[in-house]
């Protein structure tokens, strides 16, 4: 039996994970709700996530969908039962060049770093690849440099 | 504790003073990269000791330079303002800065102006650089010149803590650096505080047998 998770979402009332899979044989596509269970404002979103993934009436149709995904989904279920919006859920996963993110709180600022977290691995050479080199060097200083549009003239006491 | 210089109970800053004891400071905003760089630096050789109060984390690292054996303690802490309080002992004793920004956000470049403004509060001497972070995430950044620090003569440095690109070369020759700071030490800073410490201790002692009024607002008789 084998499942391809399509989209998923939530629902606020019951607390719910909803998420639209196609059936890979009969190429159904189907509709599952999955209610989440002793989660409240107070929870661990991440162990929620883990739990519902390893889940052994649902773990088949989550097969495709990634346990940073789950958490998002909790997130949001747990912002809604504080009282924050959607839309207050959805802004705090977006990265924002211009954001002082010295003013978050941990939870916050952990969810920023989860999402850079995409791309450094992703970029991210480890001791075991073969073409790690320790000390890696790149001198860039022959490249042709133009003036950086971060340095304005106002600020030229640096 | 915030204003105390030195006081965390948890470490004996003494230790510094000593030629094999080098103390290498960290910083910048919030999620820059601080300790990646540490981590992709020291690799497997890295232990680090959390001081999860202060969100303080050091790690431990022995490096060779020519035919000494030295001691080196890099400090990491976070760049949230809700840690910032403890910047005076953090401070203390630093024998060189690395500052980083993250090269895809223009603010923690911007921030790095109020940074180097704490650090030269407390060390205005010590060996300084400039870290821009991330370059694997868009490597035309390197084209481009960030003249920050370029006044004050700091070198600059393009490095990514996910892909190693020149992290070593900049740990190494600010290790260099540290230690040249520490044979010739311009900051007269810590020997100005540890007179003005014996001068209050002096006060005290000549003030403990007169009478108790007169102790307590010398500087009113
Ligand atoms: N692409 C890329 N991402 C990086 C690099 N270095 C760090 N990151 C990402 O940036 C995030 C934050 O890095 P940290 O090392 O935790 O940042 P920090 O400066 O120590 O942050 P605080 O301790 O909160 O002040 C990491 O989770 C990574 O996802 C890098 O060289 N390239
Ligand atoms: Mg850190």
């Known amino acids: 039996m ?157 | 504790m915030a204003c105390d210089v030195g006081s965390i109970p948890e470490l004996d800053q003494k230790k510094y003073d000593s030629d094999e004891q080098v103390k290498i400071i960290c910083l910048g905003d919030s999620a820059v990269g601080k300790s990646k760089l540490m981590e992709r630096f020291l690799m497997d050789e890295y232990r680090p000791q959390q ?40 401070y203390h004793k630093a024998h060189a800065c690395i500052m980083v920004f993250d090269v895809q956000r223009k603010i923690t470049y911007k921030n790095l102006a109020s940074w180097y403004k704490e650090l030269r509060e407390y060390r205005p001497e010590i060996p300084c650089c400039v870290v821009a972070n991330k370059i694997d995430a868009d490597l035309k950044v390197t084209q481009r010149s960030f003249s920050f620090g370029k006044k004050q003569g700091l070198p600059f440095y393009f490095v990514s803590a996910a892909d190693g690109t020149n992290v070593v070369k900049m740990f190494r020759e600010m290790i260099k650096r540290a230690l040249d700071y520490k044979q010739n030490p311009s900051d007269f800073m810590d020997e100005v505080m540890q007179e003005l410490e014996n001068f209050d201790l002096e006060k005290k002692e000549n003030n403990s047998d007169e009478d108790g009024l007169k102790a307590q607002s010398p500087e009113l008789v």
């Open chain 1, 2 to 158: 084998s499942f391809e998770a399509k989209r998923c979402g939530v629902q606020f009332t019951p607390p719910s994970i909803v998420l639209i899979y196609e059936h890979k044989e009969t190429k159904h596509v189907r509709k599952r709700i999955i209610p989440v269970r002793n989660f409240s404002k107070y929870s661990d979103y991440s162990m929620a996530a883990e739990r519902l993934k390893n889940h052994p009436r649902h773990r088949d149709y989550l097969e495709g969908v990634s346990q940073s995904q789950l958490e998002k989904l909790h997130i949001i279920l747990r912002n809604h039962m504080q009282g924050f919006s959607l839309e207050h859920s959805m802004a705090s996963f977006r990265l924002d060049p211009d954001e002082d993110l010295n003013k978050l709180d941990d939870d916050e600022l952990a969810r920023k770093k989860g999402q850079m977290d995409e791309l450094f691995e992703k970029n991210r050479k480890r001791k075991d690849d073969p073409d790690f080199v320790y000390d890696l060097e790149m001198d860039f200083t022959k490249t042709a440099q133009e003036n950086c549009s971060w340095d304005d003239e106002s600020d030229d006491g640096f």
């Open chain 2, 51 to 90: 001081l999860s109060t202060y969100a303080l984390t050091l790690y431990k690292h022995t490096a060779t330079v020519g035919n000494k054996t030295v001691a080196i303690d890099f400090w990491d802490t976070a760049g949230q303002e809700r840690f910032q309080s403890m910047h005076p002992s953090y």
